[in-house]
């Protein structure tokens, strides 16, 4: 007899690990159910068939060769019996069978398993405030959904879309409305920053303003207090502050695994609400596995377990639950949480754990802002990109990398190479030597990975003391509150003029980098002073210089003016030059 | 007293060396020497100056911040003394003395130092044949050859030129002069494929087909014999199957360390002529520390020493030396050698070691290629990339991987992220759970580098037999030396057509993929079967479902038709279809 093996959801884990089954062991019985009857989708290309980069759903779900994934796909081609529109209703454990039902005869039967995989997937969080159900309000939770929503844009129904939520999916969400459908596009947040908890507040501020230049307002710290309608109709959103008018209301608040199955089944839940597997992605009952969007893993940074929603996540899943299906003894070790985002001409992108988890954590974390070029300064297509490296100033660990810079596959690079040390538990050290491959088209000598290292060594030896750029901007633009202090700007006169001429020549002091070795005499002591220049880098030689003439009341402006001119503000003059 | 230090070479390892030391310490007096009066300028970058893409070599010696990096520079920004066109003569270790001479004046001097450095860097290794002291003869050594190179190509003086050496430099410049400038250029390359020992055959045969699409004449598998001239002026190259004519010659043929100081003053020296160095970058004599070009280190994958003349390791080890000679005892673990390079519209790039490398270094080696899409194969900019994974099926460490696609940051991204692991000691597990930052933009949600992964665990395991391209073009370039043998083609009939036109359905049979679970039992058994499908994976599906019943006679053509149409081949139908 052969072995029947059951998989409730087919989507993406459910998918990866019955072909793998199948290939491993085509002996095998695999039965597919999903409630829905559009199945095998890529979820991450939503907003890009929104936007009409990708003209048809059918695109994604079918393969690079064209084939549509759908049940008679699986069937044929890959031996699995797909039952869609078909919900699992209950898990007879005791007896290896599960009931299931056709979502539109309502017809119910029973499955039964030698071995079952659960790949139930997430749900979108839906906020407990009045109107969600108005018409017109909408969830990314499935392919049905972002069909109608292109529907109703595309037939001029659209003029202004609310997205409730500043996380990767709301913000693709408003590039898709606002860049190609040029719909008037808020962001409703309800914390301080866009990408809470994912990436620090530069990464999150530089992307707000590239955002907000791009045309999408964005509203921080106010939450969605309620969805207004007519007629059943959405009319706008409240928030905390204020009200915004919109025909179309997307909620992006999150999603939360889908579990309830599992939980009445009486398998192990966390108290976040995923599946509790091993590294076998094998429940508490042996027979029963699960993988994707619906348990939770490990995180290898620190060591706790974490509900990492993210395709790529679910297809190792998959394929290790299929593994050990077939009794081939794989282990899924766990991730690091991955994440990289194209925002209109940006990319961004974060491994590993943000500064306020890392604090929060308990680390003695810190952070090193750089702003170098993205490939070799003196190449035409280079551009600056932004990157924090947080670590531990203690054990000097390594707890996570970010970067925000030009929508090409150079944040990419970076982002996957310290996903591969972090996996391993590196150091800053080994970021320091980390060999990136070198030729001016792609890279720098020193590359930003092995440079944002460098600082990060620097202050673990206490040689950089550093001020960081939130920190500076509160000083700046609220000058009551910070202490007694001054700029020293060593960047080229043309770039210091304008802000001498704005705040004066007792606050902006200048003395051109090159000649501080000769002239740091004529600096004034009797003030902090906040070194400043474009990348970090010079001021930090310069804190090195006066340090070692006994001048140490300095601190270096981390990330320099490459950073606060991607964050702007109003204190910043009319006008200042580019890029160096 | 402060401690001197003395630094032989201004290039990449010296200069990174001497502004860390002063940062480190300011106190110590640090004086840099160099043959040359032009220093610290980014040599990567000479082929884009030459091509155009830099305008002025003077970019190539400034900092990001637009300073030129000349003997003043270094002098007043940095605090180190320097001398150009100062050669060093020989080093007298007993009194720490270094003799050093003014090339233009003949004046002879010494200088003391407490720790010496050399970063005397690498020479081009020039050929030992006849003609190569020929006006227009060139080696790519340093900044004032380029200039002159690119001076002639400027004032219309060179109409055709022959790049001997089929290595990166080599196809750099020939890049450079083939593509804006238009002229008529060739490579004479002595082994039987370009980038030799560094990436395996099918990366490099993919690069030249596109090199001669592009307009590079290729010959392979040809020595430069004789460089031939009229007047004391390059006529010509002279190769052992023809002549080609030129007025300019390159000679790229690698380069060898410039060690000779440190042999005559009793330093080791590797029988490659590479100072000996270790982790700390210094040499048998504890106050003289190397680094850059004129060093061997250790290779991570191999775990012997192995010479490695690249900018960015330069920049590292220099950083290494600078700590340990302050006394801050850095490591400098070795590297991967990872490469990257530019060829036009392509991009190709390498870490670990190639195919070859790793069976003469007795590794139980295999390789899988693969072919997918460099990021969601459903987004609009996606395109083929083609990937190798090096790794020894007895113990399952990764020892090599390589790329080639189109030109923009994807492959450097895999590059990176792979070299990564290889540092770690990765095995083909680690690869396939590698976590890679996924957005359909940037990646798939099944990124390339797990994809390899999951076709070198199914080759490990014995899953998956294959035949390797290579072995698949001497087959159908020469029907006589292969074994009996027809193709199983299971890509699309519109696909299929032109093959079967061209090579009859008794060889070139054909099976439309989803068939084949119901089908299987027509395929003829005499014959062993090589299955063929555009990437690889559905071929490898076929292969298991024939081995189930069986039918174990076949092989997989690894990479399928993806890599097959960007190496090209005259048994190939006139007329194909695109990509899938």
Same mark, same amino acid.
């Given at each position: 007899?052969?072995?029947?093996?059951?998989?409730?959801?087919?989507?993406?884990?459910?998918?990866?690990?019955?072909?793998?089954?199948?290939?491993?062991?085509?002996?095998?019985?695999?039965?597919?159910?999903?409630?829905?009857?559009?199945?095998?989708?890529?979820?991450?290309?939503?907003?890009?068939?929104?936007?009409?980069?990708?003209?048809?759903?059918?695109?994604?779900?079918?393969?690079?060769?064209?084939?549509?994934?759908?049940?008679?796909?699986?069937?044929?081609?890959?031996?699995?019996?797909?039952?869609?529109?078909?919900?699992?209703?209950?898990?007879?454990?005791?007896?290896?069978?599960?009931?299931?039902?056709?979502?539109?005869?309502?017809?119910?039967?029973?499955?039964?398993?030698?071995?079952?995989?659960?790949?139930?997937?997430?749900?979108?969080?839906?906020?407990?405030?009045?109107?969600?159900?108005?018409?017109?309000?909408?969830?990314?939770?499935?392919?049905?959904?972002?069909?109608?929503?292109?529907?109703?844009?595309?037939?001029?129904?659209?003029?202004?879309?609310?997205?409730?939520?500043?996380?990767?999916?709301?913000?693709?969400?408003?590039?898709?409305?606002?860049?190609?459908?040029?719909?008037?596009?808020?962001?409703?947040?309800?914390?301080?920053?866009?990408?809470?908890?994912?990436?620090?507040?530069?990464?999150?501020?530089?992307?707000?303003?590239?955002?907000?230049?791009? $045309? *999408?307002?964005?509203?921080?710290?106010? &939450?969605?207090?309620?969805?207004? %309608?007519?007629? +059943?109709?959405?009319?706008? @959103?409240?928030?905390?502050?204020?009200?915004?008018?919109?025909?179309?209301?997307?909620?992006?608040?999150?999603?939360?695994?889908?579990?309830?199955?599992?939980?009445?089944?009486?398998?192990?839940?966390?108290?976040?609400?995923?599946?509790?597997?091993?590294?076998?992605?094998?429940?508490?009952?042996?027979?029963?596995?699960?993988?994707?969007?619906?348990?939770?893993?490990?995180?290898?940074?620190?060591?706790?377990?974490?509900?990492?929603?993210?395709?790529?996540?679910?297809?190792?899943?998959?394929?290790?639950?299929?593994?050990?299906?077939?009794?081939?003894?794989?282990?899924?070790?766990? $991730? *690091?949480?991955?994440?990289?985002?194209? &925002?209109?001409?940006?990319?961004? %992108?974060?491994? +590993?754990?943000?500064?306020? @988890?890392?604090?929060?954590?308990?680390?003695?974390?810190?952070?090193?802002?750089?702003?170098?070029?993205?490939?070799?300064?003196?190449?035409?297509?280079?551009?600056?990109?932004?990157?924090?490296?947080?670590?531990?100033?203690?054990?000097?660990?390594?707890?996570?990398?970010?970067?925000?810079?030009?929508?090409?596959?150079?944040?990419?690079?970076?982002?996957?190479?310290?996903?591969?040390?972090?996996?391993?538990?590196?150091?800053?050290?080994?970021?320091?030597?980390?060999?990136?491959?070198?030729?001016?088209?792609?890279?720098?000598?020193?590359?930003?990975?092995?440079?944002?290292?460098?600082?990060?060594?620097?202050?673990?030896?206490?040689?950089?003391?550093?001020?960081?750029?939130?920190?500076?901007?509160?000083?700046?633009?609220?000058?009551?509150?910070?202490?007694?202090?001054?700029?020293l700007d060593v960047r080229h006169?043309?770039?210091?003029?304008?802000?001498?001429?704005?705040?004066?020549?007792?606050?902006?002091?200048t003395m051109p980098y090159e000649q501080l070795r000769?002239?740091?005499?004529?600096?004034?002591?009797?003030?902090?002073?906040?070194i400043?220049c474009n990348?970090?880098s010079r001021s930090?030689e310069m804190?090195?210089i006066?340090?070692?003439?006994?001048?140490?009341?300095?601190?270096?402006?981390?990330?320099?003016?490459?950073?606060?001119?991607?964050?702007?503000?109003?204190?910043?003059?009319?006008?200042?030059?580019?890029?160096?």
């Open positions: 007899m052969s072995e029947k093996v059951l998989i409730i959801g087919g989507v993406a884990a459910g998918p990866k690990a019955g072909c793998r089954i199948k290939r491993l062991n085509p002996d095998m019985e695999v039965t597919m159910v999903d409630q829905d009857n559009l199945i095998s989708y890529g979820g991450c290309g939503i907003p890009y068939y929104v936007s009409g980069d990708v003209s048809d759903e059918s695109e994604l779900r079918s393969t690079s060769f064209h084939m549509l994934r759908d049940e008679f796909f699986f069937e044929f081609a890959k031996g699995i019996k797909t039952l869609t529109s078909t919900r699992a209703l209950s898990i007879d454990r005791k007896n290896k069978k599960v009931e299931v039902q056709n979502v539109n005869t309502g017809e119910k039967q029973e499955l039964a398993y030698d071995k079952l995989l659960l790949a139930t997937g997430s749900q979108p969080f839906v906020l407990p405030i009045p109107g969600v159900d108005l018409d017109g309000v909408f969830t990314i939770s499935d392919l049905h959904k972002a069909i109608e929503i292109k529907d109703r844009v595309a037939k001029g129904k659209v003029g202004k879309v609310v997205v409730i939520g500043g996380g990767a999916i709301g913000i693709e969400m408003a590039e898709a409305f606002a860049d190609l459908w040029g719909l008037e596009t808020s962001i409703v947040e309800f914390m301080p920053q866009i990408l809470p908890r994912i990436v620090n507040w530069s990464m999150a501020t530089i992307l707000t303003k590239h955002l907000r230049d791009s $045309g *999408v307002d964005i509203y921080l710290g106010e &939450g969605a207090v309620e969805i207004l %309608g007519e007629d +059943g109709k959405v009319t706008g @959103v409240k928030t905390s502050k204020r009200t915004l008018e919109a025909d179309l209301v997307v909620m992006a608040a999150g999603v939360r695994p889908r579990t309830q199955i599992a939980k009445d089944a009486g398998l192990h839940v966390s108290h976040m609400g995923a599946i509790v597997v091993n590294e076998r992605m094998q429940t508490n009952d042996p027979s029963i596995f699960a993988a994707g969007d619906c348990v939770e893993i490990k995180h290898c940074v620190t060591g706790k377990r974490f509900f990492a929603p993210l395709g790529s996540l679910a297809n190792k899943e998959g394929r290790v639950a299929g593994d050990n299906i077939c009794g081939i003894p794989s282990i899924f070790e766990g $991730g *690091v949480g991955s994440f990289i985002m194209k &925002g209109f001409d940006m990319c961004i %992108g974060a491994t +590993g754990i943000s500064l306020d @988890v890392a604090k929060a954590e308990g680390f003695d974390a810190d952070v090193s802002l750089t702003s170098p070029a993205d490939r070799a300064h003196f190449f035409p297509t280079q551009a600056i990109a932004c990157f924090e490296l947080v670590f531990d100033k203690r054990t000097r660990k390594v707890l996570g990398f970010q970067g925000v810079g030009p929508n090409n596959d150079s944040i990419s690079a970076r982002i996957d190479a310290a996903a591969a040390l972090l996996m391993q538990g590196a150091t800053v050290e080994d970021f320091s030597n980390m060999e990136m491959a070198y030729a001016p088209p792609y890279s720098s000598a020193i590359d930003s990975i092995n440079a944002a290292a460098y600082v990060a060594e620097n202050i673990c030896d206490g040689r950089l003391r550093k001020i960081d750029i939130d920190e500076f901007y509160a000083w700046i633009e609220k000058p009551e509150t910070h202490p007694d202090w001054v700029v006169p043309k770039q210091t003029e304008p802000f001498v001429e704005k705040f004066g020549a007792d606050f902006w002091l000769e002239r740091w005499a004529e600096l004034p002591t009797e003030k902090m002073m906040v400043f990348a970090g930090y804190q090195r006066l340090d070692h003439n006994g001048r140490t009341n300095n601190i270096v402006m981390a990330g320099g003016f490459n950073v606060v001119k991607r964050i702007g503000g109003d204190w910043l003059p009319a006008v200042f030059g580019g890029d160096e």
